[in-house]
């Protein structure tokens, strides 16, 4: 039995923190390396040797359930589509009302 007192992390957990830590580290080596053109002719013998994903992003976080009252979908009323025609609607509303007050 282990005692209650060691940390063992997860793996994932393990695999994204020294991820992270190789990927600072070499962003931070190739910000220093830019400044010194010496320094930039050797980065590929100088930089960490561990393979990192500098131009990677993390994975997305994993969808949450709605708030309560709000619709789920699309909001297909603010696609330019809706947006031009409820415009259109409101220009030909108001010319009805206008020509209804002045000819009235």
Not at 18 to 26: D, G, L, M, N
């Amino acid at each position: 039995m282990r005692p209650a007192d060691t940390f063992l992390p997860d793996a994932k957990d393990h695999r994204r923190r020294t991820r992270r830590q190789v990927r600072h580290e070499a962003r931070s080596w190739l910000r220093t390396a830019t400044a010194d053109d010496e320094l930039l002719e050797d980065a590929d013998a100088l930089c960490p040797r561990e393979v990192h994903d500098l131009g990677r992003h993390p994975s997305r976080r994993p969808p949450e359930p709605p708030k309560p009252g709000r619709r789920g979908g699309f909001k297909v009323w603010k696609t330019p589509y809706w947006k031009r025609r409820k415009a259109l609607r409101r220009a030909r509303f108001a010319a009805a009302s206008r020509s209804a007050r002045v000819g009235g």
